[in-house]
């Protein structure tokens, strides 16, 4: 659940950068793209490295197994 915890406090702050960074027309246009583009970078971030470790894990798996 931590990185939940990271996605939802990334999304936010880049919604308040979207937010002050807007026009006063379209603020919650730009609080809504900033929150939504900066929970999808987190969020690929995060499963990028989740499958390095799963990678790293499978090859030492594999040696071990080889090497036994």
Same mark, same amino acid.
């Given at each position: 659940?931590? %990185? ?5 406090? =990334? ?28 929970? =999808? ?23 071990? %197994?080889?090497?036994?």
């Amino acid at each position: 659940m931590t %990185w939940l915890i990271v996605i939802g406090v =990334v999304a936010a702050i880049c919604g308040l950068i979207g937010y002050f960074s807007g026009e006063d027309g379209n603020r919650g246009e730009k609080a809504f793209e900033g929150a939504a583009a900066g929970a =999808v970078g987190c969020g690929s971030v995060i499963f990028y490295l989740a499958m390095t470790a799963l990678s790293f894990y499978l090859l030492f798996a594999i040696i071990g %197994w080889l090497f036994d």
